[in-house]
């Protein structure tokens, strides 16, 4: 296999989308710790306008977001545009249909903050010659 999934001189932005600030937080540092700049979002409006107006490496996405919201559009979007995810979610028996067929990887809360950014990093690997 050659090439490689991206170049070590590009940034690696990572969208964190979790309606839990503390979770958020946590997360955020975990990534700073991995060498990466997140860009996070309390909110579906706020992750969506991230995910328009920057390049994303990959993204940790809070399934549930309150009031019935859910991260279904934005996991589509960054799917469309090839951008891998985890899915980080304590609600594994109350998703629906829609959200179970999105087919990012699932991470299961709790789960320490460096094991789900270690997850959502897995498919930036630099792939050697």
Excluded: W
């Amino acid at each position: 296999m050659t090439g490689t999934l991206r170049s070590i001189a590009d940034p690696c932005r990572v969208l964190v989308l979790d309606d839990e600030p503390l979770i958020l937080l946590d997360l955020e540092f975990a990534l700073e710790d991995a060498g990466c700049e997140p860009l996070t979002a309390l909110d579906l409006v706020e992750a969506l306008a991230i995910v328009h107006s920057n390049a994303i490496s990959a993204a940790i996405l809070d399934v549930s977001l309150g009031q019935g919201q859910t991260c279904e559009q934005v996991a589509r979007q960054l799917a469309d545009m090839g951008v891998p995810y985890v899915l980080h979610t304590g609600d594994l028996d109350r998703m629906d249909e829609g959200v179970r067929k999105l087919g990012g990887t699932l991470v299961p809360k709790p789960t320490p903050a460096a094991v789900v950014v270690a997850r959502a990093l897995e498919p930036l690997a630099i792939r050697q010659d």
